[in-house]
């Protein structure tokens, strides 16, 4: 199984400003095809999961562009400046590439 | 709009067996995969199921392989997961959700809890 690492567990950031976090994977997210199935969720207080980031850096419909995803291979990273309130909750990487799909286990994200 | 709405959830004693449904609209829900994620109290993402979206192809995670079913009427355009011989560690939110040919799960529903106990 692939096992995905996120880092930080938790992180505390004051409005306006800009965080980073990390996910790894256990083998290359490199299908066969030669796409790289990588992507971010965010979970609200109470709420569903929601996509953020696909295919390591593709925003889904509605996402802001405060929100950004690099990364190649086993190494990704989620980038979110500008920080508003709404962007608090836990932040999941997931990868589609192979089975059984595998999330990391959360980045905890609080507000200042 | 596309609206995921699951339901089934409850309490049940370990061994016995639960069927959860997810009904779809607000897409062609014919056309999309479809999964199971649950979520146990306080704990992370974790995925159960998937079908494709015909249903000729269905996947698991290795500890429900043989106890869960994921199966699908789209004429009803609704998910099903059959679980049975329920365990304690089962207990969790499980959430269906689409997922699309580029890995990603896109849309999700509201989630219904499952309490294995006795």
């Known amino acids: 199984d692939v096992v995905m690492t996120q880092t930080p567990v938790s992180m505390s950031v004051s409005l306006g400003g800009q965080v980073s976090i990390s996910c790894r994977s256990s083998q290359s997210l490199v299908h066969n095809n030669g796409n790289t199935y990588l992507s971010w969720y965010i979970q609200k207080p109470s709420q569903s999961p929601q996509l953020l980031i696909y295919k390591v850096s593709n925003r889904f419909s509605g996402i802001s562009d405060r929100f950004s995803g690099s990364g190649s291979g086993t190494d990704f990273t989620l980038k979110i400046s500008r920080v508003e309130p709404d962007d608090l909750g836990v932040y999941y990487c997931?990868?589609?590439?192979?089975?059984?799909?595998?999330f990391g286990s959360g980045t905890k994200l609080e507000i200042k | 709009e596309v609206q995921l709405v699951e339901s089934g959830g409850g309490l049940v004693q370990p061994g016995r067996s639960l069927k959860l449904s997810c009904a779809a609209s607000?897409?062609?829900?014919?056309?999309?995969?479809m999964a199971w994620v649950r979520q146990a109290p306080k704990k992370g993402l974790e995925w159960v199921a998937t079908?494709?979206?015909?249903?000729?192809?269905?996947y698991y995670r290795d500890s429900v392989k043989g106890r869960f079913t994921i199966s699908r009427d789209n004429a009803k355009s609704t998910l099903y997961l059959q679980m049975d011989s329920l365990r304690s560690e089962d207990t969790a939110t499980y959430y269906c959700?689409?997922?699309?040919?580029?890995?990603?799960?896109?849309?999700w529903g509201q989630g219904t809890l499952v309490t294995v106990s006795s």
């Open positions: 959700a689409t997922l699309n040919y580029d890995g990603k799960f896109a849309y």
């Open positions: 607000g897409f062609t829900f014919s056309d999309y995969n």
């Open positions: 997931g990868q589609g590439t192979q089975y059984p799909l595998t």
């Open positions: 079908i494709i979206y015909d249903g000729s192809r269905t």
